[in-house]
């Protein structure tokens, strides 16, 4: 079974930046599955960051240009690089598959900025 550990969370200051691990165990197919999700209080979980069919990575608007998501095969993770924070990036961040049917999720890792 498919396990997903995210970490590296905290508060930051508004402008600062974050970098989250998605540690992923039990063989998934693929990291490239893995997608960064988060959940703004009182909100949905909102898909913010996975990999294209063609391999490349895609961000939700509010995020495209201040996100980058990479992997590191050798430690198994996927990771979510995060700068020029804002309130609004405020959330607990998750790790799953974009599409298809999930894996169980994880506990998230929170986020907190302060403006």
């Known amino acids: 079974q498919v396990q997903l550990v995210e970490s590296g969370g905290g508060m930051v200051q508004a402008g600062g930046s974050l970098t989250l691990a998605c540690t992923v165990s039990g063989s998934p197919s693929s990291l490239d599955e893995i997608g960064w999700y988060r959940q703004r209080a009182g909100s949905g979980r909102d898909l913010v960051a996975r990999i294209s069919v063609l391999g490349s990575p895609i961000y939700e608007e509010s995020v495209r240009g201040r996100f980058a998501m990479f992997t590191d095969v050798d430690k198994n993770t996927v990771n979510l690089q995060m700068d020029k924070l804002t309130a609004e990036d405020t959330a607990v961040y998750y790790c799953?598959?974009?599409?298809?049917?999930?894996?169980?999720w994880g506990q998230g890792t929170q986020v907190i900025v302060s403006s």
């Open positions: 799953n598959r974009a599409s298809g049917r999930r894996f169980p």
